[in-house]
């Protein structure tokens, strides 16, 4: 039988016992899964371990657990940075939820000047990270990056030396082509709004001199557009 998998913040001790006070957490083990001491389950804090836990008690307020195993956890390929442009609240937390399953490192949220939407709902979209982490297996959590104007786009990506990809349909490189060689480098990748880039934005990527890509003439919808430039960077 598969274990659950749970996410917690704090450090979890190397052995030993530790206690887990995190009401959403405690009220789900008691009232929907209706755990109890002697249950086991996975739980990570994001420094790269899967570890076993048993219950050795439950209360409304707290929860204690002993460290039964440690394993070290499944981590991504490479390091990913999304740079995806504002779009539309659903599209935006499917391609959370979906860029965390395929293992990107970190997601900066961009305001382009196609881009419909115009903040972040903070609260619910680190849940929709933590929660796709918990199911598909990884033990980290991606980062989620305040947003940044698409003018600032370069300032933004001077926290990671590795090259930074535009996804257009006006590319001349093949997205397949420019990731078909196998290497662990950070990458960083950036895919447009609803309507795409303006011809300005494709431009100042022109001007730096830096690649954009295409998946082909046909033109993708902005998530999944999103969700192919992850799949070309991260499976191999």
Same mark, same amino acid.
């Given at each position: ?48 371990? #899967? ?82 982490? #918990? ?63 303006? #011809? ?37």
């Amino acid at each position: 039988m598969r274990l659950h998998r749970f996410f917690v913040e704090e450090k979890i001790p190397q052995a030993g016992e530790f206690s887990v006070v995190n009401e959403t957490l405690l009220s789900q083990w008691r009232n929907v899964l209706r755990m109890g001491e002697g249950s086991r389950v996975i739980m990570f804090d994001g420094m790269g371990d #899967e570890i076993l836990c048993e219950l050795r008690a439950l209360t409304k307020k707290e929860a204690t657990l002993a460290v039964i195993e440690r394993t070290s956890g499944l981590a991504p390929l490479r390091e990913v940075t999304l740079y995806l442009a504002l779009v539309k609240k659903d599209n935006f937390e499917m391609v959370l939820e979906k860029a965390t399953e395929l293992g990107v490192t970190r997601i900066v949220p961009v305001q382009a000047s196609r881009s419909e939407k115009k903040g972040v709902n903070y609260e619910r979209a680190r849940k929709i990270l933590r929660e796709a982490s #918990e199911q598909s297996g990884r033990v980290t959590v991606p980062v989620l990056g305040e947003v940044i104007p698409f003018s600032k786009i370069l300032e933004g990506f001077a926290v990671s030396p590795a090259p930074l990809v535009m996804f257009d349909p006006r590319g001349e490189i093949s997205a397949r082509a420019y990731f078909a060689t196998p290497t662990p480098d950070p990458v960083g990748v950036l895919v447009g709004p609803e309507g795409g880039f303006t #011809e300005d934005e494709v431009g100042f990527f022109h001007t730096h001199r830096m690649p954009i890509v295409t998946t082909g003439t046909q033109i993708l919808r902005a998530e999944t557009a999103a969700i192919v430039a992850l799949a070309l960077a991260l499976v191999k």
